[in-house]
């Protein structure tokens, strides 16, 4: 079964003639441009063809009897075809020559323009590689420096999780070195009682009762001291809470914040570091204060044995 036409052929007949008449050469494509369908094959076979059938239809011409030319004639024709062929040869030759030459320039400039494009065309390749792996490099540094910027962040979240953890520890000891300023007070309010015991109870104890009273006096001086270097610890502790609270937010801030700038981020780090070492420093000093107070304790219980032990030598005198 043939292909059905795709284009009527009286169509690619009438494009084909009118190719002709322009002087152009008709082809497929020539046929295709024209008629603005179909395939340049199947419009070329059905031309083909169409001139196939217009030859064999083409009526015969009789052929008459020539009689042959005198030789006067035929000699003339002779030089003449041999002049003409010479002539063609040397128009075809010139011709020849004189396109190659222009299809030589022309192959060079082509050849030049083609060298400049491709030369071009690699350093246009080259810049956008350049560009690509500048932008792969941003990238990546920015990646880097994200991850460093959220790494310094967690640390900073940790240490102030510790430094938390130490006011909490601070707070404890503050109010442990409360109770123990409250139980010797307590003690101290006992001794009190023993040395105005002592006094009534007889003048022979007084220089007992005086140095007992003296170190009455020495303990409750201490305790005073006691009393007051807690309060100061409680306001640095609180202030040191305050800022462990402000540095928590921050520390909030700026994990929402992945831009923060490394040097901010280090100042404040390196902030969170000495509020630390102050806490740990306070943490010393109520250390401290504990072995002070638990030295006045001990002072205390002196005084209420040597109390005790002069009350007991009253009866027997």
Same mark, same amino acid.
């Given at each position: 079964m043939s292909r059905? !036409?795709?284009v009527p052929t009286e169509q690619i007949?009438? !494009?084909g003639e009118a190719l002709l008449a322009a002087g152009k050469a008709v082809n497929g494509f020539s046929l295709r441009k024209a008629v603005g369908r179909g395939g340049p094959d199947y419009l070329n076979r059905i031309w083909t063809e169409a001139q196939m059938k217009q030859a064999e239809q083409a009526p015969e011409v009789e052929a008459r009897p020539v009689s042959p030319l005198p030789p006067a004639l035929a000699d003339h024709r002779e030089t003449l075809a041999t002049q003409i062929t010479a002539f063609v040869d040397g128009v075809v030759l010139s011709s020849w020559r004189t396109a190659d030459d222009i299809a030589q320039r022309r192959t060079s400039e082509e050849r030049e323009q083609a060298r400049k494009a491709?030369?071009?065309?690699e350093q246009e390749i080259a810049d956008a590689k350049t560009a690509i792996e500048d932008a792969d490099r941003r990238a990546g540094d920015a990646d880097d420096a994200r991850e460093q910027v959220i790494e310094n962040l967690r640390k900073a979240e940790d240490q102030a999780q510790v430094l938390k953890g130490k006011l909490d520890a601070a707070q404890e000891a503050a109010q *442990? !070195? #409360? +109770?123990?300023?409250? &139980? $010797?007070?307590? #003690? &101290?309010g006992i001794a009190e009682t023993a040395v105005s015991a002592a006094q009534e109870a007889s003048s022979a104890s007084k220089a007992t009762a005086d140095a007992a009273k003296d170190e009455v006096q020495h303990v409750r001086r201490d305790l005073a001291l006691a009393r007051q270097e807690v309060l100061d610890l409680r #306001? @640095? $502790?609180d202030a040191a809470h305050e800022? +462990? #609270?402000? +540095?928590? *937010?921050?520390? @909030?801030?700026?994990?929402n914040s992945e831009r923060t700038k490394s040097g901010e981020l280090a100042e404040k780090l390196a902030a969170a570091t000495a509020r630390a070492e102050a806490v740990e420093s306070q943490v010393a000093g109520i250390a401290d204060l504990t072995a002070k107070l638990m030295e006045a304790t001990t002072r205390a219980v002196t005084a209420e044995t040597? &109390? !005790?032990m002069q009350a007991e030598k009253k009866p027997e005198a």
């Open positions: 059905p !036409a795709e007949i009438v !494009a491709i030369a071009s065309a *442990q !070195a #409360k +109770a123990t300023i409250d &139980l $010797l007070t307590t #003690k &101290l #306001k @640095e $502790l800022s +462990a #609270k402000t +540095a928590d *937010q921050a520390a @909030e801030v700026r994990l040597t &109390l !005790a």
